[in-house]
């Protein structure tokens, strides 16, 4: 079965700090990895994803993050972050599953970003 | 630009009462999901369907919950009878083949 672990809950942080969320995923197959982003009142956006190659990938708003196999992790990153930052973030993954297509894509229970100017 | 339409977008009930919120997925998408979230439990995959047949909707109280897709352009949750324990906001998804979920602005749900 999928699942994903999101380590942090909540972070507080000033502008201009850099930014790393951490994710890890179990799953025995070839995954899909995203990363989403949740404003305040507003539905899910996607802020990057990872299917194959590079395993750097750089989203939107200079985010990006980092698939390590062997570590079962996809981290997101930001160097230096706004206030426009404060959200919500989730990982999500879906597996490979049976005749070419993925499982039910599955969200982790997201960590609350809190910039303060 | 393509995107996932919710409807309603806000609703208040009264316990009891039955509840049908509809998504329209993206034209193309063959995978449509239905997610629950709430402050306490985060968000939940309620159910999913694939080229419309369900996949999986273990996530879904069966008692009061159904989920269909009487065709492609349409998926429907219900819940009869709405109990206040399922106020959240319900978010409807469609992915196509490689998984990239889009999701929709999500229906308020509050029974009082």
């Known amino acids: 079965a999928q699942s994903v672990s999101q380590h942090n809950h909540h972070v507080i942080l000033s502008e201009a700090a850099s930014l790393e969320l951490g994710c890890n995923y179990s799953?025995?197959?070839?995954?899909?990895l995203f990363w989403y982003v949740q404003y305040p009142g507003q539905h899910l956006q996607l802020l990057l994803k990872y299917f194959s190659g590079d395993p750097l990938v750089k989203g939107i708003k200079g985010f990006e993050a980092e698939f390590i196999k062997s570590k079962f992790s996809f981290n997101l990153r930001k160097p230096s972050v706004q206030w426009s930052d404060t959200a919500e973030y989730f990982c999500?993954?879906?597996?490979?599953?049976?005749?070419?297509?993925?499982?039910?894509?599955?969200f982790g229970a997201g960590t609350r970003l809190a910039v303060h100017p | 630009d393509a995107r996932v339409t919710q409807t309603p977008r806000d609703k208040v009930t009264e316990m009891g009462q039955e509840v049908t919120m509809r998504c329209q997925p993206i034209l193309g998408h063959n995978t449509v999901f239905w997610y629950r979230q709430t402050m306490m439990q985060g968000l939940e995959l309620l159910a999913y369907f694939r080229n419309r047949a369900p996949l999986d909707d273990s996530g879904m109280p069966k008692d009061r919950f159904s989920a269909e897709m009487p065709d492609a352009t349409l998926a429907t949750l219900k819940i009869q009878p709405s109990e206040p324990r399922d106020s959240a906001v319900y978010f409807c998804?469609?992915?196509?083949?490689?998984?990239?979920?889009?999701f929709g602005q999500g229906t308020r749900l509050t029974v009082v």
């Open positions: 799953y025995g197959g070839t995954v899909n």
């Open positions: 999500a993954v879906n597996g490979e599953g049976g005749s070419g297509g993925y499982n039910k894509l599955i």
């Open positions: 998804a469609s992915t196509g083949f490689e998984g990239e979920a889009f």
